[in-house]
């Protein structure tokens, strides 16, 4: 079984375009969950950008599945993620700088592996578990297992990019090293970051991939079909990609 969770982010993004009230991040979760997804993903930027403060409480009282909550490796988001009356089921560690578009790489663990390990220990006592977000290294998925994760989630923008050419293969190369080398240590390998309906397959063919992370690419699909439609087509793909394996 591999799990879909429907990122959210850009639906605040097409609000904060006019910085009023709709469209309301919240009014997406039930139709997300009526097309199939098995977890609501967002990401509360230290700028705030798209998802606010009160999104991220108002989702997690709206969300029937689980919530998993993007953050950096501050000790703000550290805080607001602790501090929630009902706090999501999981959160995922991200690199942040303010000048990029969107996340444009992997959190660099090996780094930062004292911060990491801070964060991680902090939001697991506080009964959340932790994935980080990493580039396919090797290196970075051994200092994954030393901060203490207990997932990490493969970027696949590289992969993504290069999709159709010989160096996607290169990339979906790295991509499965990775997940291999992160499931032999014991990690749950989750993937997302630029995947749509062409591309995703190769990826929910990975044997060791449990859960993918898709938002932009649905969100743009919903302008068309529908955000019910478009996540259940994306449920449909992945699930029979995955029964190739």
Not at 44 to 66: C, F, G, K, T, W
Not at 86 to 106: D, F, I, N, Q, Y
Not at 164 to 193: F, I, K
Request: net charge negative.
């Amino acid at each position: 079984m591999i799990r879909l969770g429907v990122n959210i982010d850009h639906v605040a993004t097409v609000r904060q375009a006019r910085r009023i009230r709709e469209p309301d991040p919240s009014w997406a979760v039930v139709l997300a969950e009526l097309g199939g997804a098995d977890q609501i993903t967002l990401h509360l930027r230290e700028d705030r950008r798209h998802i606010q403060d009160r999104d991220l409480v108002n989702v997690l009282q709206v969300a029937s599945v689980p919530v998993n909550l993007e953050m950096a490796v501050t000790d703000e988001m550290v805080g607001i993620a602790l501090g929630l009356d009902r706090k999501p089921r999981s959160a995922t560690l991200v690199p942040e700088r303010r000048e990029e578009v969107t996340t444009e790489g992997g959190l660099d663990v090996a780094g930062l592996l004292d911060a990491v390990a801070d964060a991680v220990a902090a939001l697991a006592a506080g009964g959340i578990g932790v994935g980080l977000f990493i580039d396919p290294d090797p290196a970075q998925v051994d200092a994954s297992l030393r901060a203490g994760a207990r997932a990490v989630e493969l970027h696949t923008g590289a992969y993504c990019e290069a999709w159709g050419t010989a160096r996607g293969e290169e990339e979906l190369r790295r991509l499965r090293e990775a997940a291999v080398l992160a499931g032999r240590a014991g990690l749950a390998v989750h993937a997302g970051h630029g995947l749509n309906v062409r591309n995703v397959g190769p990826v929910a063919r990975l044997r060791e991939v449990e859960e993918l992370n898709i938002g932009h690419s649905l969100i743009g699909r919903a302008l068309f079909v529908g955000l019910r439609e478009a996540v259940a087509e994306m449920k449909a793909l992945i699930e029979r990609e995955a029964a190739a394996r």
